[in-house]
């Protein structure tokens, strides 16, 4: 079946630095893929998307690129802040209203 | 812009108990809303979907008679968790779909304790 896997947490960056969070997934057919963020308190926010092979989703300073042959759709950051602390969330939509989420990566950024 | 707004955040409750949590869609009108269930380590899992004024529709291995999910409008949907157990302390969170766009929004999630 669909599923979802991405980079266990917790990890904990300085202020300035580069991320990568790894997401991988296996689905069939040509599922769109998301990354959520959820800070402290809130709900879980479309970061970025991604809706087809080679697309690059991107916002904030976030980029992630939807990789078919490595089924891959990896989060980056070239320059993380305080303000991005939170948990982050790979999924997957294939068909209908079915999100498959991975398990989440809580990022801490210090000054 | 959009919210759905969850409530409680924070629930302890006591072994066979009842505790109902909400899910309101703020400023547009849900057709459908989703419930999700995370346990530590785990990935956010679909329990059911439901439609307004029908009935929910759960996920293989989701006990519908334990877990009651009524959305008796098109801005709330409640998720009762009936009989509590202590294996039922876990992260709920709601999503629903509506607005502009009919996007999926979420909600900030609910903590229950059972103990």
């Known amino acids: 079946g669909d599923s979802v896997t991405q980079m266990e947490g917790p990890v904990t960056l300085s202020e300035e630095a580069f991320l990568t969070i790894n997401c991988t997934y296996t689905a069939t057919g040509y599922p769109s893929l998301f990354w959520y963020v959820q800070y402290p308190g809130e709900g879980l926010q479309l970061l970025l998307k991604a809706t087809k092979a080679d697309d690059k989703g991107s916002n904030k300073g976030f980029e992630a690129t939807y990789r078919k042959e490595t089924t891959s759709f990896h989060l980056e950051k070239g320059s993380v802040q305080v303000s991005d602390s939170a948990v982050y969330f790979c999924?997957?939509?294939?068909?209908?209203?079915?999100?498959?989420f991975g398990t989440g990566t809580s990022l801490t950024v210090i000054p | 812009g959009a919210v759905v707004s969850q409530h409680p955040s924070w629930v302890i409750c006591k072994s066979g108990t009842s505790v109902k949590i909400e899910c309101r869609s703020l400023?547009?009108?849900?057709?459908?809303m989703f419930w999700y269930r995370q346990f530590p380590k785990q990935s956010l899992m679909l329990m059911a979907t439901?439609?307004?004024?029908?009935?929910?529709?759960?996920e293989q291995g989701v006990e519908k008679d334990k877990f009651l999910i009524n959305h008796a409008s098109l801005t709330l949907s409640t998720l009762t968790v009936t009989s509590a157990h202590p294996e039922d302390s876990s992260f709920y969170i709601c999503?629903?779909?509506?607005?502009?766009?009919?996007?999926?929004?979420f909600g900030e999630g609910s903590w229950l304790t059972v103990v």
């Open positions: 999503s629903a779909r509506g607005g502009t766009g009919n996007t999926i929004y």
């Open positions: 400023d547009f009108q849900a057709t459908t």
């Open positions: 999924a997957l939509i294939r068909t209908g209203n079915q999100f498959y």
């Open positions: 439901s439609n307004e004024g029908s009935k929910a529709t759960y």
